[in-house]
């Protein structure tokens, strides 16, 4: 039972280029976030998805887009890259309930340190 | 709309000492609230959460109560560790309108060091 996984765990990208931060969660919940944790601001979120097959957005959406590939799979993509997204990026789960409510424990994983010149 | 503000850190303590963080909350529903914890290098862990006002969150000897008449959820512990020294989120889930998928809004974190 690995929990939450994300890849890569480290990048350096250009300005202007684009990537895709991989996250996957073997513990079967039906949400999952994505935030950013910049110095002295704590976690922002960026987008979440309630349950597979839907997304919203979070506080700070801008310069991203996310898919729910299944139900494990939930990925964020820059398009292009600026300077102003460099920051830690965290992938989160919880049970949840698809279409309702829920007050529920989230689960993180490690982290993907983005550098971007 | 919600938010959670935290003491200003760091906190640096001796080994032994006890521990005190504050966090005031703002929401406009019944939220609950939650103890993260980051150590060095790594994602956020849970530490302890309450779900209603008066309620005691505990969990390897910190602990935290659901203060809604102060809007406050202080952690604290009576005896610091080195290996207690982590950066440690105030955070809560809003559900006010049925609308929140669990979302969590975070304080600005606090760096604690103990120091044997």
């Known amino acids: 039972n690995a929990g939450v996984t994300q890849t890569p765990k480290f990048q350096v990208l250009k300005t202007g280029q684009s990537m895709t931060l991989q996250c996957a969660q073997d513990?079967?919940?039906?949400?999952m976030y994505w935030y950013r944790q910049d110095p002295g601001m704590g976690l922002r979120l960026i987008y979440y998805?309630?349950?597979?097959?839907?997304?919203d957005k979070g506080e700070v959406p801008n310069g991203y887009n996310v898919s729910r590939l299944n139900k494990r799979e939930f990925s964020l993509r820059l398009e292009s890259a600026a300077p102003s997204q460099t920051s830690v990026y965290f992938c989160?789960?919880?049970?949840?309930?698809?279409?309702?409510?829920?007050?529920?424990?989230?689960?993180f994983g490690p982290g993907t340190r983005l550098t971007v010149l | 709309g919600d938010s959670v503000t935290q003491m200003e850190g760091p906190v640096t303590l001796s080994e032994e000492a006890f521990l005190t963080i504050n966090c005031t909350y703002t929401?406009?529903?019944?939220?609950?609230l939650f103890w993260y914890v980051q150590y060095p290098g790594e994602g956020l862990q849970l530490l302890l959460k309450?779900?209603?006002?008066?309620d005691k969150g505990s969990n390897k000897g910190f602990e935290a109560t659901y203060r809604k008449e102060t809007t406050s959820f202080h952690l604290e512990k009576g005896s610091v560790q080195v290996s207690d020294s982590a950066v440690y989120f105030c955070?809560?889930?809003?559900?006010?309108?049925?609308?929140?998928?669990?979302?969590?809004?975070f304080g600005q974190g606090t760096i604690l060091t103990v120091h044997p």
């Open positions: 989160a789960s919880g049970p949840g309930l698809a279409g309702a409510p829920s007050i529920s424990t989230q689960y």
């Open positions: 513990m079967n919940h039906n949400s």
């Open positions: 998805s309630a349950s597979e097959g839907t997304t």
């Open positions: 929401a406009t529903g019944y939220p609950s």
């Open positions: 309450a779900t209603k006002a008066d």
């Open positions: 955070a809560l889930s809003d559900i006010a309108g049925g609308t929140s998928y669990g979302k969590l809004t």
